[in-house]
Nanobody, 114 residues
Framework: VQLQASGGGLVQAGGSLRLSCAAS????????LAWFRQAPGKQRELVAV???????HYADPVKGRFTISSDNAKSTVYLQMISLKPEDTGVYYC?????????WGQGTQVTVSS
């Protein structure tokens, strides 16, 4: 599986962005889709998860502001982000799991100015 993330950019606090991640290859084997982020000087952290049964999970700092979704074919996963805060700044990575292994996209930069 190959993942290509896009949609990052510079936005003012309170603004919105939608990230996209296009998956190619054996997408039928994907059981979990997720977004992670890594702020400067910090470890990569989980932001949101979408499982194959439609369940979602969000990290506490983004609950109520971020929404993860995908198309029916799991070929694209989205992260809708609203009410962005400066602490949301970082490189956002899409991730998927096929039970055999994890796959990572290349990351897209999100910068939220105060």
């Amino acid at each position: 599986v190959q993942l290509q993330a896009s949609g990052g950019g510079l936005v003012q606090a309170g603004g919105s962005l939608r990230l996209s991640c296009a998956a190619s290859g054996t997408t039928s084997k994907i059981v979990v889709l997720a977004w992670f982020r890594q702020a400067p000087g910090k470890q990569r952290e989980l932001v949101a998860v979408l499982t194959s049964d439609g369940s979602t999970h969000y990290a506490d700092p983004v609950k109520g502001r971020f929404t993860i979704s995908s198309d029916n074919a799991k070929s694209t996963v989205y992260l809708q982000m609203i009410s962005l805060k400066p602490e949301d700044t970082g490189v956002y990575y899409c991730n998927c799991n096929t039970n055999a292994r994890d796959y990572w996209g290349q990351g897209t930069q999100v910068t939220v100015s105060s």
